[in-house]
């Protein structure tokens, strides 16, 4: 077996240009792994071979590399296009991959005597006006059904059309005027609707509206009352659906983009707004290599996605993109500007918005942040972590149970412990639990831990049904001190009763406690279970651990809240809330009550002079 040849990168380097272009890497087996472009070829490409590369995901592709070339580009928007295509035709596994590239339907408004609406999707050979992009095929179904209740125009295949010799159901129902027969309409009727219609999905509501009023009242002087009754219905049919549309707006050509990531996904949310509405949305879940930057994910979805020329897709007037990740804008590697330029300068780009457009952008990134946390949940990517995190464990019996505490304060006040719990199909809601941390010593996550394991586990040993629904493995959110509390308790808690204790793990944060950097330490002989950054195995357990990071911040917050809102009354003895309401009512609020005398507090009817001195020396004595 022969030796792999290492890459002369020194030799490749020497002779390369200074001008722009794109370059590819090979692996030994001739397979493109990677696809740049460059400003500077020469530049870019030395960056990699450099001695102090930082980054893991630039040493795995650099070890790979057996051969590199190049192609020169006239300018840098124009290595960004050769980029995107040579993306497209070999997906290298080192580059981040939108998935999902098939064309967006649109709805077609054919140029036939009688026009038709239609479903289309991929090129436009037919002509006629094309209305859309719509998010899916869904989408335009949907709208297809309500155009054809609002506007009787034909929506049939033209083989149907010109076989007709009497109206069909369509004509019955009052869904179409029936061109296809002589004598039911004119042309110029028809194509009235036709021209309403239109108005209709350029997002011109009210103007067809106001011609239709126009059209009833000259039907109603003309006395051609039947005609004038079917625009009247016409008009309150435009009218319902009006006051449905609750998403709408002023500006009228805007994609809105959301981005969230999480436990090795990232989850990027479309908004397209058309014509003053928001006509649909969709979200897309692109391949990553493991560390890739959150810059580095949009801008590969951005290139990939408005690059694409196949799927027939018009682009928007403005782009706006995620508020977090204004970075991007400021990169001159990945200079939005030359995204511009390789657009044909079509498009604006921004981030920084207000109003109208600040609302938009805020809607997309909770879609994002929705469809992430729908992700993390789906069944597959549940099963695909658990086995894998079974195979690292080397677990005798599925996981069925797992469960994790963390510790949330704030200096110490307002303790609170949270626990979690996943089965197989992921966060199980019903089961989570919140522990309010009382008789400790402020700050002392320690104490905090081991009250909280006392508090949920002593109360499993009293009943069948707390045994049964003891986890598998006890996830402990910290390092080997927290771990520690855990092994004390069990021991004591386990081997008097012969119950098995869960397996536990402490989950420790890296030193910039980055996602990815976490350890995982076995209880017992405090190893680390090594595990890569990208491994299914470790987004589960950090998906775990976040969410038991959120429960326990939602109830420290809620508790801290609380303590804000309540008074020292509340907590004097024999002062309930009928008698608190006297007393507020009667000397006008709590900073009355605390300066008050014991006479004036006496005075209050159902406060005793006893009560008013105990009152009294109770706000003295803070």
Known sequence: MTEKQLFDAKAFIQHLTHQPGVYRMYDDEGVVIYVGKAKDLKKRVSSYFRATVDRPKTQTLVRHIAAMDVTVTNTEAEALILENNFIKKYRPRYNVLLRDDKSYPYILVSQHQHPRLAFHRGTRREKGEYFGPFPNGVAVRESLRLLQKLFPVRQCEDSYYRARSRPCLQYQLKRCLAPCVKGYCSDEEYQEQVDLAKSFLQGKNQQVIDQLVVKMEQASTQLEFERAARFRDQIGALRKVQERNAVTGNQQE?????????GGIAAIHLLFIREGAVQGSRSYFPKLPSDTSDNEVLLAFLLQFYLNDQVGRRLPREIILPADNAALLLDPEHDLQVLEQ???????????????RKQ??????KNALNALESKLNQASTM?????????????????????????SHTMGQETVASCVVFDRQGPKKSDYRRFNIKGITPGDDYAAMAQALQRRFDAALKSPEGLAALPDILFIDGGKGQLSQAEAYFEQWAAPK??????????AKGESRKPGLETLILAGS???????????????????????????????????????????????????????????QNLGGLQEVKQASIDQLSAVPGISREIAETIYHAFRDE
Request: aromatic share 4%; net charge positive.
């Open 498 to 507: 012969h119950i098995d204790a869960p397996l536990l793990i402490g989950v």
């Open 254 to 262: 805007l994609d809105v983009i959301g981005f969230a990531r999480r």
């Open 383 to 407: 099963s695909m972590r658990l086995q894998q995190l079974e195979q690292v464990l080397d677990v005798a019996e599925p996981i069925q149970r797992m469960e994790c505490f963390d510790i």
């Open 360 to 365: 938009y952008q805020v809607l997309a990134q």
């Open 342 to 356: 390789a657009l044909a300068q079509q498009v604006r780009m921004t981030h920084n918005v207000r109003g109208e």
């Open 526 to 584: 405090h190893q680390t279970i090594p595990l890569a950054g990208d491994a299914p195995a470790l987004h589960l357990v950090q998906h775990i651990r976040d969410e038991s990071h959120r429960f326990a911040i939602t109830g420290h917050r809620q508790r801290r809240a609380k303590v804000k809102r309540s008074s020292k009354l509340e907590d004097i003895p024999g002062i309930g809330a009928k008698r608190r309401q006297k007393l507020l």
